[in-house]
């Protein structure tokens, strides 16, 4: 996939997929201090070897963060994240654990005459290949002839808003 190309260059269908990413206890310690969420299943290696998946294993939200890192996006292309949707958590991702994102093009919506909506399927797998998180993401992804700064105002003074 070209992650550079305009937005009317890309065609559903298109698959990609990433490099591999090792999750470890680092990941997990930032990701709890930063949000808040210190639940004992993912901080707390006695706690979590008691618990039913038996170790510790990363937060569910963070394995959606890391997908989203390891998707190439070309900043000159997608403007902006528009919507994380039909996200399912299928399988724990364990510290130690490789994930890498396979996915494709599902869907094209022209939004006006600089941008267009492009919707992803995201399958979030380990090195077995097993599926261990969905999702469909929607980016804002800059057509051909998109200024610079797609928020900069017009001729006319006005802002583009995309609804």
Request: overall charge negative.
């Amino acid at each position: 996939m070209d992650w550079s190309a305009p937005f009317e260059q890309l065609q559903p269908g298109t698959r990609f997929s990433t490099p591999w990413r090792t999750v470890d206890e680092r990941d997990v310690l930032c990701f709890a201090a930063v949000t808040g969420d210190h639940h004992p299943q993912h901080v707390d290696p006695l706690w979590a070897a008691n618990s039913p998946f038996g170790r510790q294993i990363a937060h569910g939200l963070l394995v959606v963060s890391l997908a989203a890192g390891l998707v190439p996006f070309d900043p000159e292309r997608v403007v902006a994240l528009r919507r994380l949707g039909d996200v399912v958590f299928k399988r724990p991702v364990g510290l130690g654990e490789q994930i890498r994102v396979v996915g494709e093009i599902a869907e094209l919506k022209p939004m006006g005459p600089d941008a267009g909506l492009v919707a992803l399927t995201w399958s979030v797998r380990d090195t077995e290949d097993k599926l261990c998180c969905r999702a469909r993401v929607e980016v804002l992804w800059a057509c051909a002839d998109a200024a610079a700064d797609p928020h900069a105002p017009d001729a006319d003074g006005r802002v583009p808003v995309f609804l």
